[in-house]
C-alpha cells in the first residue's frame, strides 16, 4: 500500500500518478485511487495560497477555517461563506472541492486508512530535511511517477 503525504502540488504529476494505479488496477478510476493514497500537507497548501495572494487578509486563517470543519458539508458551507466575503477566491476554492482533493486534505472524505493518515502529519519537515537524498536517489526534476517507480 502506497501513502504519499504530498507537498508538491504540480497536478500534472499527481494525475499522472492516478492514472499509473489505474492502469494496475482497472476496477477503479484514476482520481478514485489518489482518494486511497493522498494527503495533503497543510503546511504547503497555506504555503501555495500565500505565493497566490501574499497580502490577502485571510491567509493566516485560511487553514484553521477550512480545514478544521467536521464534514464536508460544513467545509462546503465555510468555503461559500469565504466566498461570499471574498468574491477574488472563488475560483482557488471551486478547485479545493474536486473530491480527490477534498480527501486529500480532509480525513472524514480520506479513503486512507485511520493508522496511516494518523502516521502522515500535517506538515513535511522530516521530509523537507531528506530532499538532498531524495533528489539525489530519484533524480531532480522528474515526476512524481518516476520518483515512486524507483
Request: glycine residues 4%.
Amino acid at each position: 500500500m502506497y501513502i504519499l503525504r504530498i507537498h508538491c502540488t504540480y497536478a500534472e504529476n499527481i494525475l499522472g500518478l492516478g492514472d499509473y494505479f489505474h492502469s494496475l488496477d482497472r476496477t477503479k478510476q484514476w482520481h478514485e485511487h489518489l482518494q486511497y493514497i493522498l494527503v495533503f500537507c497543510t503546511v504547503h497548501v497555506k504555503r501555495n495560497f500565500a505565493k497566490k495572494f501574499p497580502i490577502h487578509p485571510i491567509r493566516h486563517e485560511l487553514a484553521e477555517r477550512l480545514w478544521t470543519a467536521e464534514s464536508k458539508e460544513e467545509l462546503f458551507q465555510r468555503m461559500d461563506g469565504i466566498c461570499q466575503t471574498y468574491p477574488e477566491l472563488t475560483s482557488w476554492l471551486k478547485n479545493k472541492r474536486i473530491p480527490w482533493i477534498i480527501s486529500g486534505l480532509m480525513r472524514s472524505e480520506s479513503k486512507v486508512p485511520l493508522q496511516y493518515w494518523m502516521y502522515a502529519r500535517k506538515h513535511t519537515g522530516i521530509s523537507e530535511s531528506s530532499h538532498f537524498q531524495d533528489n539525489n536517489f530519484t533524480g531532480r526534476k522528474t515526476t512524481l511517477l518516476n520518483a515512486v517507480l524507483k
